[in-house]
């Protein structure tokens, strides 16, 4: 991968792009009305690293002893958000930063209590879409991502699912947001279960002192939306964009000079691969970023140091699915799928990658995956003017930093174990434990299904009670997953109940579900309480 190493925004807990109207997943319209869904529907994963420092509510920032750089935190608490039975709604949501100096982001982290598929955020001048903080519906203000792109930037996507992850580029590579402007995005919301639920969102910005920033980073987008993917099969999908190095030039004037910092791909539950890799150049024919599996972790990437694709003619971006179903997959949200690559990169442009047609199949690999490949379009955007590197005075002044942070709230919620006194709102039945905890929390997220089966536990088996009492406890060795009667005795009421459960032999494991920084509502933890309490009948 020539001298650059690829590291994974990875950590202990779990595109918008461009100018086009798809954020990071490309999983919205431009605003939908809450509906039910009672089909299937898609997958995430989760992560972050939850290292930042809580917001802070001084004018300048102070010194935090790394070196000479000199950074700040802002932290924002969204507040809470109902879903109820089986909602799918795609509300927007703002906040103001009331910053009268630009800031210079190095980091991003977003964190919240589960039900968040996908958001992609903007940071737009502050009369842009004009509205209190908070959620909104966003047809009300005529909120679209084309608009918040090109009037702003694209600052954030979340990967699917996760429940906390951290966007972090290099040293000196950053996202600015120009004076006046505020923080704005569009969510896609899901409750696949049969119980009203309640989360609740935050969001971490890392800002650095001016004299600190190399290069201000912009955004590329590569999405496959000729998707067709194959009942029963497993299938990849390959957009070839033979003239992507062309385009650059003809937009620019310039041969291709760009450097890429970040990548992160997108696909709901059925995907499990994702590679990238380039066409000419020292680059040729090399996969600089590749994912396997779907697994409930953030799966950004940063180069460090930053990919220089000097000499680069062409680009191939993949997606790969396992299709269990018996029915075809397209593009789309709920049930349907996607294949979209957000990318940060030292670049003159915006550029804009997609295949809408031409998708012919191409023969099958040793493993047997049927390939398919289609031509991307390229669409060359100029970047917005106000996207500049720091002026001299800047660099010269103090970091100046916005009193718009929520004093007192971390930049991830703390975890508390599970309430014993509180009682489930639903039956206490197998067929409430699997669709309102087992459906939502533990297959939603591709990790216990048909496809996942993590630790070997598939909790979409035909005999589901034969499965749970059957199962071999790998996080706890001779354990039993399900004690019919004896909760406190169940590794799977432990994991679900305790922040830090412990085995029988004293090692302390990660709670469930996976990546997640809290646990499930009290309410969810009770109902598996009482159904194991109660004999764990089928």
Known sequence: MNDSTLHHVRGPLCLALLVTTLAASGCKSDDADDTANDGETDAGDGDGDGDLDTGTDTETGTDTGDGDLESATLTHRFGTRELSPYQETEPCVQWTLDNEAPLYVQAVTLSNLGYFHHSNWFVVPNELYAGEDGYFKCSDRGFNELGAATGGTVLYAQSTQSFVEEQRTGAGAVIKIPPNHKVIADLHMLNVGPDTVSTDLFMTLEVIHPKDVDVVLAAIRASYIDL???????????????????????????????????????????????????????????????????????????????????????????????????????????????????????????????????????????????????????????????????????????????????????????????????????????????????????????????????????????????????????????????????????????????????????????????????????????????????????
């Open 228 to 538: 067709d993917i194959p009942a029963g099969e497993v299938s990849k999908f390959t957009g070839v964009c033979n003239d992507f190095g062309q385009r650059y030039a003809e937009a620019t004037g310039a041969p291709l000079d760009m450097k890429l910092h970040y990548v992160l791909p997108h696909y709901h539950y059925l995907g499990n691969h994702f590679n990238l890799s380039f066409m000419g150049g020292p680059l040729d024919g090399q996969d600089v970023f590749t994912v396997d599996g779907f697994d409930a972790s953030a799966i950004g990437g940063v180069f460090d140091p930053p990919l220089d694709l000097t000499g680069v003619e062409g680009v191939r971006y993949t997606c790969g699915y396992d299709n269990w179903r018996d029915v075809n997959v397209g593009w789309g949200i709920g049930d349907q799928e996607m294949c979209v690559m957000l990318a940060l990169a030292e670049t003159k442009i915006l550029l804009d990658l997609s295949v809408t047609g031409g998708t012919q199949a191409v023969g099958v690999d040793a493993n047997g995956v049927v390939e398919y490949e289609g031509p991307c379009g390229i669409l060359a955007v100029p970047k917005n003017p106000a996207l500049g590197l720091p002026t001299e005075a800047e660099r010269d002044g103090p970091l100046l930093v916005p009193d718009s942070g929520d004093e007192g709230i971390p930049p991830i919620p703390e975890c508390t174990d599970h309430d014993p006194s509180v009682a489930p709102v639903l039956a206490p039945t197998l067929e409430n434990v699997f669709a309102a905890v087992f459906q939502p929390s533990c297959m939603f997220n591709a990790c216990h299904g048909v496809s996942g089966q993590a630790a070997g536990l598939n909790l979409q088996a035909p005999d589901l009670l034969t499965e749970l009492l059957e199962h071999e406890v790998l996080g706890n060795p001779g354990g039993a997953l399900i004690e019919p009667g004896d909760p406190e005795a169940s590794w799977l009421y432990q994991v679900l109940a305790s922040c830090e459960p412990m085995t029988d032999g004293g090692v302390t494991q990660t709670h469930m579900p996976r990546n997640a920084p809290t646990l499930l509502g009290d309410q969810s933890v009770a109902l598996v309480r009482d159904w194991i309490a109660n004999g764990a009948n089928p």
